[in-house]
């Protein structure tokens, strides 16, 4: 026995192998463990770059990298690494992805300069890349397919837990012990995710998988993913209009045009387009990018309005939104029952719904909305992601051959990476514009000294964040009304952009109505030969 199993084409009733080693609800658990130390890593490191900021000394420029050299590293990269894994096999690439990504934690938490942490940053997105799209992967040559959906749902109530965890343990650790163990404590979380997958992980190889690699075409899409990508992070520096964001747009369109005529003339594509003729797959890909364009282009304001606008610390306000963290953790796995009985369009379109119903309530929040209504609008979002979170990640992976379960994972997550870039660049500009048209007037009608163009100008973008310009030494009654017409000013946006955000969610309901079953699901933990 090799600890290899290869996998048909067509659904087999051959038996799927029994024991520890290949178990599925034991690989579920091996793979979450990884994926938690992942999307942990997401939202915790947010916390901590106040404090990497004032112990190294570094610029906000750098400190941004942080988190930018992170994001494009895994956007780039997610397609191509799940290409590794149908190629070499998802165990392989899982656990070098949960070696590297524990290793580069390490370093980071050593480093003594804020370059080795954008550096190593970097490294972390690249391994996470080899990680996520391999854990569906591994799901979904591991599951049955009546079981599938249940398992995505475990697997997205494992990432909503993570999630919501990131802001409150990051604060926790950051005030009362460093910042270098926020990136530490993924060290005994990889070194437990990376024994439990030697121990129970089975590599799973699809009969057809590739034998090759299209570099080129590798090297075409990473150019367009970064120039894309690239292009919405720096929008809100550069101006939407500005050249420079114009080039990158249009370098990252050409890349993509070429991309696809490159792809149909190579043997082994790293995408076959061939199977975006199914609406399903398209749909879902769609609908996963509408979807983050929604919850993270949204969710972005929410921070800045529970700690600038509440007075929140990053702890008490990651406890603020349990309600909606709370809802996708219990709403997933219920939501991967449902899909499993009735199908995913029905939950899907239920879930866009609701999530567009969440964002408009949003948009009516003010700055004394109690804590009460908040969590009611929470949870409703968060039970609305619940089922498109699984349902358009098992719509994608699902209707993609097995062989291509790697590239399907990696697009998925790809879709998320570029959905949720896009959404905080659009909304930041709405937001944006919003505020620079309305600030002046408001300041004026409150009867408030005039401000000069460049203090405008500076007011005006922390007002963008939630920050009340207050002067120092202001006498008290001023101070609360520049708070006022600041907080004001904000939510005025804030609600100008969730309304945004819920007309896209009713979009992505209509685009919901086209999804259907995987057609290939089948082609699982079924089909496998020993």
């Not at 997205?156 to 009362?176: C, D, K, N, Q």
């Not at 992980?201 to 590798?218: Q, T, V």
């Not at 620079?436 to 004026?444: E, L, M, P, R």
Request: some cysteine; proline content about 5%.
């Amino acid at each position: 026995m090799t600890g290899q199993i290869t996998l048909a084409k067509e659904s087999s009733p051959s038996p799927v192998r029994a024991g520890l080693r290949g178990h599925p609800w034991l690989t579920l658990f091996a793979v979450a463990i990884g994926v938690m130390m992942v999307t942990l890593d997401g939202t915790i490191v947010a916390v901590a770059n106040p404090a990497i900021q004032k112990d190294l000394g570094a610029s906000l420029a750098e400190v941004q990298w942080i988190t930018n050299g992170y994001l494009l590293a895994l956007a780039v990269s997610l397609i191509t690494a799940g290409k590794l894994g149908d190629r070499f096999g998802h165990r392989q690439t899982f656990l070098i992805g949960i070696a590297g990504f524990g290793l580069s934690s390490a370093v980071i938490g050593l480093s003594t300069g804020v370059g080795l942490v954008i550096g190593f940053r970097v490294a972390q997105g690249l391994f996470g890349a080899l990680l996520m799209p391999a854990a569906l992967g591994l799901l979904r040559a591991t599951f049955p397919a009546e079981k599938l959906n249940m398992a995505i749902g475990i697997w997205g109530m494992v990432i909503g837990a993570s999630t919501a965890a990131g802001p409150i343990v990051g604060g926790l650790l950051v005030e009362h012990v460093s910042w270098q163990s926020v990136f530490f404590i993924n060290v005994p979380v990889g070194i437990i995710a990376l024994v439990f997958g030697l121990v129970i992980l089975l590599d799973h190889r699809a009969e057809n998988a590739p034998r090759s690699f299209d570099l080129p075409g590798i090297v075409l899409l990473s150019a367009a993913m970064f120039s894309l990508i690239w292009a919405l992070i720096k929008a809100a520096e550069w101006g939407w209009g500005d050249l420079k964001t114009v080039l990158f747009l249009l370098g990252s369109l050409v890349c993509f045009v070429l991309f696809a005529i490159w792809e149909t003339r190579v043997a082994e594509p790293l995408i076959p387009l061939g199977i975006f003729r199914s609406p399903a797959l398209s749909a879902g890909t769609v609908l996963m990018v509408l979807m983050a364009f929604a919850f993270m282009g949204g969710l972005f304001f929410v921070t800045f309005y529970l700690q600038n606008v509440h007075g929140l610390r990053p702890v008490d306000s990651g406890l603020r939104l349990l309600p909606l963290t709370g809802m996708m953790i219990v709403g997933s796995p219920l939501a991967g029952a449902a899909i499993t009985k009735v199908g995913p369009r029905v939950p899907l379109v239920a879930g866009m719904v609701a999530t567009a119903v969440a964002c408009f309530g949003m948009s009516r929040l003010t700055p004394d909305t109690g804590t009460l209504t908040m969590s009611l609008w929470f949870a409703l979002l968060g039970l609305g992601l619940a089922p498109v979170m699984v349902g358009a990640t098992e719509v994608i992976v699902g209707n993609a051959p097995l062989e291509l379960s790697g590239v399907a994972g990696g697009l998925q997550q790809a879709a998320m990476q570029v959905g949720g870039s896009l959404g905080t660049a659009v909304l930041g500009a709405v937001m944006a514009a919003e505020v620079n048209d309305t600030f002046g007037d408001n300041w004026q009608r409150a009867s408030l000294p005039p401000l000069t163009p460049e203090q405008l100008e500076l007011a005006e973008k922390g007002v963008q964040v939630g920050i009340a310009p207050v002067p120092p030494g202001v006498p008290e009654p001023v101070a609360q009304t520049i708070t006022s017409v600041a907080h004001e000013t904000f939510v005025s946006g804030m609600s100008t952009a969730f309304t945004c955000a819920g007309v896209v969610a009713v979009l992505a309901a209509v685009v919901a109505c086209f999804t259907k079953r995987g057609a290939n699901a089948g082609a699982g933990a079924g089909a496998a030969h020993i």
